[in-house]
């Protein structure tokens, strides 16, 4: 190993072999971004680093945000790591979890903090990220709503896949107009496939075949929240919520106080409130995935809606199945993210993260008929969804409602999806709306 040296690594030329077949298929991007054509690999002498670290320390890393499968460096794969590693452990009830609401009766005015300084508001959602959709919705049925976000309220760079039907429901819901559709859509393909190795596979039309840009969809949605008069308190971490009869205090990590007749809690599959409900207890399945979205692609005109091209496998001392999909990026005609994952029931033999990713830089280039050299790899992705037996979730508290990947709503095989909870929009924001009117 050199120490402090830097590695320049040319990329050689694509050679692979596509598995897809050569049906009429139909790409097509909205934005290019100009080739890189080298990968700058640091080498250390301390530790022999992993596959996985070289790779992703090699990557300048920029624009890390709040949401899930928003942070792409090595240190933020180390403590998704840590935080699964906690879950996997023998006990069937973590820590006890941090009480974030509280319930009391009688009226708000009663409360200490109702001396203090108050924003009034109707609804506060919590998290930014989906939380944005339903404030929005919910604004402009002429709702007062603020958001609370730890974060910058920005969307990640890794598109979200989805198809047009869904995308459609925000159109709907009044949260896009049909304009923003094409704005917000980096790239469209079809045909997509459904398969398993030796078993057979189907092609479909139109499922998950849009790539849509998170950072231009949430900022186009930002700011039709702001000109509605809505007030996103970013950087403000929630710290208690206090439920009285008439209304929630909520209190901010910063100091601010406010007041809400209904607390949207969108902080997602960790959100503290979520936890206090579950009181700690260990998920009964978590999917953990791993992926890449690389460039050197050059059969990338189709998509893998579902495939496995393996039985079971394993991995360290536990036995999983390895799941793939694929999808064109928008980022340019060579660029293509790809995911594997897999379920498994936490317990601390399964297997990490970086154990997966370390499978993958292995696995992908077969699966996908390409070789490592010839690709660049653009960002590493990663996460981990937990689901429960008793979903979606219901109501704990007065005045409390789930919402996105807080609420367990989503699809039993992804756990989680910008995508499905479009598909609950319109009766999410209608029924809510209506409490008001
Ligand atoms: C690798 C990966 C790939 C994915 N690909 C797709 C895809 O192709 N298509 C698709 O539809 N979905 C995809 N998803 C799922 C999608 O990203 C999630 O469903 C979506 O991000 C959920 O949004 P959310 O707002 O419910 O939760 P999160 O994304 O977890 O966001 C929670 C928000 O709450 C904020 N927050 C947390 N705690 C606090 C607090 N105490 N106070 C204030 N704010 C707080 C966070 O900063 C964050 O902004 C993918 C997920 C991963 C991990």
Same mark, same amino acid.
């Given at each position: 190993m050199l120490s402090g040296t830097t590695m320049m690594v040319s990329l050689r030329p694509f050679n692979g072999v596509s598995p897809y077949p050569s049906k009429h298929p139909l790409v097509h991007r909205n934005r290019q971004t100009a080739l890189r054509g080298t990968i700058y690999m640091s080498a250390q002498t301390q530790a022999v680093p992993s596959r996985t670290q070289r790779i992703m320390e090699s990557i300048s890393v =920029? !624009?890390?945000? !709040? @949401?899930? @499968? &928003?942070a792409y460096s090595y240190n933020a794969l180390k403590r998704l790591d840590g935080i699964w590693s906690s879950i996997c452990s023998t006990q069937t009830v973590q820590q006890a979890p941090q009480q974030v609401v509280s319930s009391f009766p009688g009226v708000s005015s009663r409360s200490v903090l109702a001396e203090k300084q108050v924003d009034k508001c109707d609804v506060v959602v919590c !998290? @930014?990220?989906? !939380?944005i959709f339903i404030a929005t919705a919910l604004i402009a049925k002429g709702l007062k709503v603020c958001i609370v976000e730890r974060n910058i309220l920005k969307g990640r760079e890794q598109e979200w896949n989805i198809s047009r039907k869904e995308l459609m429901e925000l159109v709907e819901a009044g949260i896009l107009d049909e304009d923003d559709i094409e704005e917000v859509t980096a790239v469209s393909f079809n045909p997509n496939r459904c398969g398993f190795e030796n078993k057979g596979e189907i092609w479909v039309e139109d499922i998950l075949n849009l790539g849509v840009s998170p950072v231009k969809l949430i900022e186009i949605v930002k700011k039709r929240f702001v000109s509605f008069g809505g007030v996103i308190f970013e950087g403000c971490s929630v710290s208690s919520i206090n439920i009285y009869d008439d209304a929630a205090i909520l209190q901010l990590a910063e100091g601010n106080i406010l007041s809400s007749r209904l607390i949207i809690d969108a902080m997602g599959n960790f959100s503290p409130v979520v936890k206090q409900i579950r009181g700690g207890r260990k998920p009964d399945g978590v999917c953990l995935v791993v992926g890449s979205c690389a460039r050197g692609f050059k059969e990338n005109s189709t998509s893998d809606v579902i495939y496995s091209s393996s039985s079971v496998k394993k991995v360290g001392n536990a036995e999983v199945q390895y799941f793939w999909e694929a999808f064109p990026a &928008? =980022? @340019?005609?060579?660029d293509r993210t790809t995911y594997m994952f897999t379920y498994v029931n936490p317990q601390p033999t399964s297997p990490k993260l970086e154990e997966l990713l370390e499978d993958y830089w292995d696995l992908m280039p077969k699966y996908q008929g390409v070789s490592m050299d010839s690709l660049e790899i653009l960002r590493v992705i990663y996460g981990i969804f937990p689901t429960y037996r008793d979903s979606p979730l219901p109501a704990a508290f007065n005045r409390v409602l789930q919402f996105g990947d807080a609420s367990g709503i989503q699809s039993p095989v992804s756990f989680g999806g910008f995508g499905s909870l479009t598909r609950h929009l319109g009766r999410l924001s209608n029924g809510q709306g209506n409490m008001y009117f």
């Amino acid at each position: 190993m050199l120490s402090g040296t830097t590695m320049m690594v040319s990329l050689r030329p694509f050679n692979g072999v596509s598995p897809y077949p050569s049906k009429h298929p139909l790409v097509h991007r909205n934005r290019q971004t100009a080739l890189r054509g080298t990968i700058y690999m640091s080498a250390q002498t301390q530790a022999v680093p992993s596959r996985t670290q070289r790779i992703m320390e090699s990557i300048s890393v =920029s !624009g890390e945000v !709040g @949401g899930a @499968g &928003g942070a792409y460096s090595y240190n933020a794969l180390k403590r998704l790591d840590g935080i699964w590693s906690s879950i996997c452990s023998t006990q069937t009830v973590q820590q006890a979890p941090q009480q974030v609401v509280s319930s009391f009766p009688g009226v708000s005015s009663r409360s200490v903090l109702a001396e203090k300084q108050v924003d009034k508001c109707d609804v506060v959602v919590c !998290g @930014g990220t989906l !939380g944005i959709f339903i404030a929005t919705a919910l604004i402009a049925k002429g709702l007062k709503v603020c958001i609370v976000e730890r974060n910058i309220l920005k969307g990640r760079e890794q598109e979200w896949n989805i198809s047009r039907k869904e995308l459609m429901e925000l159109v709907e819901a009044g949260i896009l107009d049909e304009d923003d559709i094409e704005e917000v859509t980096a790239v469209s393909f079809n045909p997509n496939r459904c398969g398993f190795e030796n078993k057979g596979e189907i092609w479909v039309e139109d499922i998950l075949n849009l790539g849509v840009s998170p950072v231009k969809l949430i900022e186009i949605v930002k700011k039709r929240f702001v000109s509605f008069g809505g007030v996103i308190f970013e950087g403000c971490s929630v710290s208690s919520i206090n439920i009285y009869d008439d209304a929630a205090i909520l209190q901010l990590a910063e100091g601010n106080i406010l007041s809400s007749r209904l607390i949207i809690d969108a902080m997602g599959n960790f959100s503290p409130v979520v936890k206090q409900i579950r009181g700690g207890r260990k998920p009964d399945g978590v999917c953990l995935v791993v992926g890449s979205c690389a460039r050197g692609f050059k059969e990338n005109s189709t998509s893998d809606v579902i495939y496995s091209s393996s039985s079971v496998k394993k991995v360290g001392n536990a036995e999983v199945q390895y799941f793939w999909e694929a999808f064109p990026a &928008g =980022s @340019g005609p060579l660029d293509r993210t790809t995911y594997m994952f897999t379920y498994v029931n936490p317990q601390p033999t399964s297997p990490k993260l970086e154990e997966l990713l370390e499978d993958y830089w292995d696995l992908m280039p077969k699966y996908q008929g390409v070789s490592m050299d010839s690709l660049e790899i653009l960002r590493v992705i990663y996460g981990i969804f937990p689901t429960y037996r008793d979903s979606p979730l219901p109501a704990a508290f007065n005045r409390v409602l789930q919402f996105g990947d807080a609420s367990g709503i989503q699809s039993p095989v992804s756990f989680g999806g910008f995508g499905s909870l479009t598909r609950h929009l319109g009766r999410l924001s209608n029924g809510q709306g209506n409490m008001y009117f």
